[in-house]
Nanobody
Framework: VQLQASGGGLVQAGGSLRLSCAVSGGTFRRYHMGWYRQVPGEQRESVATITSLGSTNYATSAKGRFTISRDNARNTVYLQMNSLKPEDTAVYYC?????????WGQGTLVTVSS
């Protein structure tokens, strides 16, 4: 299973970005997927998750601003981020946990300027 994240960049506070994570290998529609983020020197934290059936869960910091979604026809999971804040600056990773293995994308940098 390979995950390829994209969509990061530099945006002003209050702006929006949409991250994408294309998944190859295996059966995507069966995967639970998640977005995580990490600031240098800090632990990686969960931002949002989506189950194979489309149920979602968000970190408190993401609720009301971020939306995770999936397109099983495109084998892709998305993270729509609105009302971005400087504290959202981080490297964002997509992830899926399979029996016996944990898969991470390469990360995409999001920088929010004040």
């Amino acid at each position: 299973v390979q995950l390829q994240a994209s969509g990061g960049g530099l945006v002003q506070a209050g702006g929006s970005l949409r991250l994408s994570c294309a998944v190859s290998g295996g059966t995507f529609r069966r995967y639970h997927m998640g977005w995580y983020r990490q600031v240098p020197g800090e632990q990686r934290e969960s931002v949002a998750t989506i189950t194979s059936l489309g149920s979602t869960n968000y970190a408190t910091s993401a609720k009301g601003r971020f939306t995770i979604s999936r397109d099983n026809a495109r084998n892709t999971v998305y993270l729509q981020m609105n009302s971005l804040k400087p504290e959202d600056t981080a490297v964002y990773y997509c992830h899926t946990l399979q029996p016996g293995a944990s898969y991470w994308g390469q990360g995409t940098l999001v920088t929010v300027s004040s």
